[in-house]
């Protein structure tokens, strides 16, 4: 078990493919090329329309966009390791996760031009809708797979949080009750090294994230979180973990974020060009590719890109073509049955 080897209170991370491309194939995770390939396709897809993103806000045709360049690897290699019967729960800088798991780049645009059909997602997704109140998703993954234990379904529940989500008492909350009730719970602390300005250090005075799992009484790991494989591979063991009842694992995923918090934010008030430039050459991207190409695997890197960029510019032009339906719309898409609190909120004149 990769929990046993790599000991997050000794600060041991796990990392598979090195900054050069360069791989250490005794823990590579079996993956087919077309995994691969799809999980690049995804990765820059991801890159491609989160930059998209940004220039829409600021040609004010977006309202605020949080990015997530530099996360690309630590989203997209979790949700790899899920099936289709297994639930994401997500924040709301988490793009290239909700790729992979089939909520499409169009959909997401319209939720960032606040277009309530942002909210809709395909039928039989099992994506829960973003959150903003930092940390509050945790319990509530925990109560999605306390459910499943109660309804006997096999299926994982994956929540992505941040390390400001840490110092919420939700974080706690979940993380205590997901221990106690063994629920198949996967925690991905995407720690990119940031909460706004705050940085990691003033988060928490513990060495790592990933041993905050210890005293709940499960697994906890430290991941590159800029290697897709390291985050497929720990993600992969955790989600079969918690499949076979042995309950949750808590997953800190080391990354950058190498943007702006959102697009109201600058980073250059609180962190130096060095520091983001040292993470440039970290990208996760540069190394994935490093790696396939030095297998043969990405040929014309030049097309993709090509390709892929038409598809974002088709999703931002049919979101924008997309007329926002009734305000009533609002109260609508979250619940299978509206709970009469809304529905009497919601009253009757506006549809
Ligand atoms: C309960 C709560 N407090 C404060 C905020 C304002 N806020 C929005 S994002 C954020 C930082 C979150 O940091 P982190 O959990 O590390 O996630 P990241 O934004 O880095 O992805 C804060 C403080 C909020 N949305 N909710």
Known sequence: MLTDE???????????????????MGLMPRMSKDLLLKAYRTMLLTRLADDKAVKLQRQGRLGAYPPSKGQEASQVGPAMALKE???????FREMGALLWKGVPLETQYLYWMGNELGNVYPEGTRVTPSVVPVGSQVPQAVGIAYAGLIRKEKS?????????ATSEGDFHEGLNFAGVFRTPNVFVCQNNQFAISTRR?????????????????FPGILVDGNDIMAMYAATKEAAERARKGKGPTLIESF??????HTTSDD??????????????RKDPLKRFSAYLVSKGFLKDEAS?????GELVEKAAVQAEA????????????TYAEMPPYLREQMGGGWK
């Not at 790599?6 to 090195?18: A, C, H, N, S, T």
């Not at 997309?322 to 898409?333: I, N, R, S, Y």
């Open 6 to 24: 790599f000991d997050p209170q000794k600060g041991e991370m796990l990392r598979i493919v090195d900054e050069e491309g360069e791989a250490d």
């Open 85 to 91: 019967e297994d639930w994401l729960v997500w924040a």
């Open 156 to 164: 994982v529940v994956l929540a992505y949080f941040g390390d400001g």
């Open 201 to 217: 250090s003033r988060q928490t005075a513990s060495a790592t994230i990933a041993q905050k799992a210890i005293a709940y009484g």
């Open 255 to 260: 990354t950058y974020r190498m943007s702006d």
């Open 267 to 280: 980073w250059r008030k609180y962190r130096s060009k060095e520091e983001v430039a040292e993470w440039e």
């Open 304 to 308: 993709l890109i090509e390709e892929l």
């Open 322 to 333: 997309t007329p926002a339906p009734g305000l009533a719309d609002v109260f609508e898409h």
